[in-house]
C-alpha cells in the first residue's frame, strides 16, 4: 500500500492510502485543508501545492494542481501555511438602544460570509462585548462563490458543506470563549445571519431553487435550527439574511432622508430606503475583492499589500503588519489601479503597456487581475446606478451612503471613486461601517424586540431584479470602464 507524506506547519506525518485518489480528496479524507475556489475544474489554479512523486500528471516546477491530480504511489506533499487574518473587519459600531437580551449568560452573533467567517462573543446579561474572532470560509476548499458551492451541494456535496461550517462555527466559538476565560459551553444563544445560500448550506437544505429559474427561495429563515441558533429573514434567493441585519445595524428604515447601503464582498447587495419604502438588488462580484482569482491576491493576512499610492511618479505601498509584501489583498488592487491610472500605466478600457504592471517587489497585478477588477467593480457599481435608475433619483438625491462588509472597511473612498466603483457623487457622502451584518447579529443578541422589526423590514422590501434588466446591462458596460462616472 502507497504512502503518502504530509508536510505541514514544520511536522511531517506519513499516511497509508488506496486506490488513486485525487490528492485533494484524499488531504480532506486525512484531515487537512485544501482550496479549490474553482470547484475542482483545474482552471484557477489556486490549489497548487509543492509535491513529488507518483503523480499523473507529474508535477510541473515542482508543483501540482490538487483538485486534478492524482496520487499514483508514493508521494510528498507541502501544504502551505494556514492564513493568519490580520484586517478582517468584526462589528461595526452598534446604535443606541435598550437591552432586552436573549435569555441565558451568554450569546454568539455569527456572520456566515461567502470569503470569511466572523463571530463575536456577547455577555448578555450586561450587554458587554467581549472576545472576536475571524477565520476563512472553510467551504472555500469546494468553491470561492455561490454558484459553485450550489452545484456541489446538489451533485451530493451538501452533507460535506454543512459540516464544514457547523464545525468552523465550533471551532470560532471555542476561540472566543477561549479568548474571554468562558466555558464555550455557557455560550446558550447563537445569531448566525449570512446571505440565503450560506443559510441553506448551513441547515442541509438543498439549494435546487435557488439553482434554477426563476431563482426563488423556497425557504426564508426567520428560525431556530439545532436547538440554540437563530437565523434571522432573508428576503429572497439573493438578498439574504446578512443584508437584513446590515439594513437593522445601520437604522436604515429609521431614516427620513433618502439613504443607500452597499455591501461590498463576493456577493454585492444595495438597499436603497427612498420616501419610506425598501428597494433591495443583488449583484454578483465574485471574489476578487477578497483576492480571489487574483494571480498574485491574498487575503488580509501579514504580507499584503493593503495601500498604494504616488510619489514622485512611483508607486509607493504598504503591507500588513509591515512585513515583506506576499501578495495584494482587496484595498490594496483598488488603491493599485488608481494608482496605475494616475501614472498612466493603465488606461481606462482596462488595458496596460506590458504583461504586467509591478505593485511592490514580487506583487504584480497582469491584464486578467485588472479584468476580473473590472468585472468585480462594474457589477457593484451598475447595481448602484440601476437601482437608482429604477426609482427615478439621482445620486445627489442620496443623504448618506452607508458601505458595508470587511472589504469595505478597509476601502479609500476616494480611490473606490476613481476606479468607477462606487459613483463620484455618492464619495464625499460614504461612511464605511464595517461588518453591519454582524453588527446586526449582535443587536437580535441584545434586544429580543429587533426580530419582530427585522421581519417587518422583511415584509416591506422590494426586490428589483437586475438579471434581464436593459438598464443594468446597459449601466454594467459603462461600468466596466476605468473611468469616473
Known amino acids: 500500500m502507497p504512502d503518502i507524506t504530509v508536510l505541514s506547519g514544520g511536522a ?42 507518483a503523480l499523473n500528471p507529474p508535477p510541473v516546477n515542482g508543483r501540482c494542481l490538487a483538485c486534478v491530480t492524482r496520487v499514483v504511489g508514493d508521494a510528498i506533499v507541502t501544504l502551505p501555511r494556514a492564513e493568519d487574518l490580520r484586517n478582517i473587519a468584526l462589528a461595526g459600531a452598534l446604535p443606541l438602544f435598550e437591552n432586552n437580551p436573549m435569555p441565558g449568560r451568554y450569546g454568539l452573533a455569527v456572520d456566515i460570509g461567502t470569503t470569511t467567517m466572523a463571530v463575536q462573543l456577547i455577555d448578555l446579561q450586561n450587554g458587554r462585548v467581549l472576545s472576536p474572532a475571524a477565520q476563512r470560509n472553510p467551504q472555500r476548499e469546494v468553491s470561492d462563490n455561490v454558484i459553485g458551492r450550489i452545484e456541489a451541494a446538489l451533485e451530493g456535496q451538501g452533507a460535506y458543506l454543512e459540516k464544514l461550517v457547523l464545525d468552523a462555527i465550533a471551532a470560532l466559538t471555542a476561540r472566543a470563549a477561549k479568548a474571554s476565560g468562558v466555558p464555550a459551553n455557557q455560550v446558550d444563544h447563537l445569531v448566525v445571519t449570512g446571505n440565503t445560500t450560506m443559510l441553506y448550506l448551513l441547515t442541509g437544505r438543498s439549494p435546487v431553487t435557488l439553482s434554477r429559474a426563476p431563482f426563488e427561495a423556497d425557504w426564508l429563515a426567520g428560525e431556530t435550527v439545532h436547538g440554540n441558533m437563530y437565523l434571522p429573514p432573508c428576503i429572497g434567493a439573493f438578498i439574504g439574511a446578512d443584508t437584513v441585519c446590515a439594513i437593522l445595524s445601520t437604522r436604515l428604515v429609521h431614516h427620513t432622508e433618502t439613504v443607500l447601503l452597499a455591501d461590498i464582498g463576493t456577493n454585492g447587495e444595495v438597499a436603497l430606503w427612498h420616501e419610506g419604502k425598501l428597494y433591495c438588488c443583488a449583484t454578483a462580484a465574485g471574489p476578487a475583492f477578497e483576492g480571489g482569482g487574483i494571480r498574485d491576491g491574498v487575503g488580509s493576512v501579514e504580507g499584503a499589500v493593503d495601500r498604494v499610492w504616488v510619489e514622485g511618479g512611483e508607486l509607493r505601498y504598504t503591507t500588513i503588519g509591515d512585513a515583506a509584501p506576499i501578495g495584494v489583498c482587496g484595498s490594496g488592487l483598488i488603491d493599485a489601479a488608481a494608482a496605475l491610472l494616475e501614472t498612466g500605466r493603465l488606461d481606462e478600457t482596462g488595458a496596460i503597456d506590458d504583461e504586467e504592471e509591478a505593485i ?34 439621482s445620486m445627489e438625491d442620496i443623504a448618506h451612503f452607508y458601505v458595508a462588509g470587511g472589504f469595505g472597511a478597509h476601502l479609500d473612498m476616494d480611490n473606490a471613486a476613481k476606479i468607477g466603483l462606487i459613483p463620484r457623487a455618492l464619495a464625499c457622502k460614504a461612511v464605511s461601517v464595517g461588518n453591519a451584518a454582524l453588527a446586526g447579529a449582535m443587536m437580535l443578541l441584545l434586544r429580543q424586540e429587533f426580530i419582530d422589526e427585522a421581519r417587518q423590514t422583511v415584509q416591506g422590501a422590494q426586490v428589483v431584479t437586475l438579471s434581464g434588466s436593459p438598464a443594468f446591462a446597459e449601466a454594467f458596460v459603462d461600468s466596466m470602464m476605468f473611468e469616473e462616472l
Open 12 to 53: 511531517s506525518h506519513v499516511h497509508a492510502f488506496s486506490g488513486t485518489p485525487v490528492l485533494s480528496d484524499l488531504l480532506r479524507s486525512l484531515g487537512y485543508s485544501v482550496t479549490t475556489p474553482c470547484g475542482g475544474k483545474g482552471v484557477c489554479g489556486k490549489c497548487a501545492l509543492q509535491a513529488e512523486g
Open 360 to 393: 511592490a517587489p514580487g506583487v504584480a497585478l497582469t491584464g486578467q487581475d485588472l479584468r476580473k477588477l473590472q468585472l468585480a467593480k462594474g457589477a457593484i457599481a451598475a447595481g448602484i446606478r440601476t437601482l437608482c435608475h429604477t426609482l427615478g433619483i
